[in-house]
C-alpha cells in the first residue's frame, strides 16, 4: 500500500477529515454529531493518510497557549486498521510537535487503544473515565529537547 502523510491546516483538511472522523466516530462508534467538531479544530494540525488518493486515516496536533500539544481525533477507516497506518500518523504528529517545540504531549485515549499509544511511549496516567459514551484514559509523552 502506497501511502501518502500530509500535515494542513483545517481550512484544506476539513473536509476529507470529517469525512474519516464521520465514518469512525458517529457512524462506527456512535458519537453525537455535534461533539465532532469543536473550537480547536480551526488552530489545530490536521495529518491526512491517503492511499491512492482516497483519504483513510487522520488526526490532529492542538498546541494550547502554554505552548503543550494535544493529540486528538485520530481515526482510521476500518478496512485499514492494523497495518501501521495509525503508527504513521502519530509519528508525523510527534515530528510536527517537536518542529514546534512542543515539550510535552498528551491525549484522551480510549481504552482499548492504550496498548497502541504505550508502544509509541505514551504514559497512561489518571483515572479511566466517560468521553462521548467511551471509556477514555489520559496519556502523557515528554518530548526530548
Known amino acids: 500500500m502506497h501511502l501518502d502523510i500530509l500535515i494542513r491546516p483545517w481550512q484544506e483538511a476539513q473536509k476529507n477529515a470529517f469525512k474519516v472522523r464521520h465514518e469512525v466516530f458517529i ?5 453525537p454529531e455535534d461533539l465532532e467538531i469543536d473550537e480547536f479544530d480551526p488552530a489545530a494540525f490536521h495529518v491526512l493518510a491517503y492511499s491512492d488518493n482516497t483519504c483513510i486515516g487522520t488526526a490532529r496536533l492542538h498546541i494550547n497557549n502554554e505552548g503543550f500539544g494535544q ?19 502519530m509519528k508525523a504528529l510527534i515530528g510536527t510537535a517537536k518542529s514546534k517545540g512542543i515539550s510535552s504531549l498528551t491525549l484522551h485515549a480510549q481504552v482499548s487503544a492504550i496498548p497502541f499509544y504505550e508502544k509509541l511511549g505514551f504514559i497512561a496516567n489518571g483515572p479511566i473515565y466517560d468521553e462521548a459514551g467511551i471509556p477514555h484514559r489520559n496519556m502523557m509523552m515528554v518530548l526530548p529537547i
Open 71 to 89: 493529540i486528538g481525533r485520530m481515526a482510521v477507516l476500518p478496512s485499514f486498521r492494523n497495518k501501521g497506518l495509525g503508527r504513521e500518523i
Open 27 to 31: 457512524l462506527e462508534q456512535k458519537v
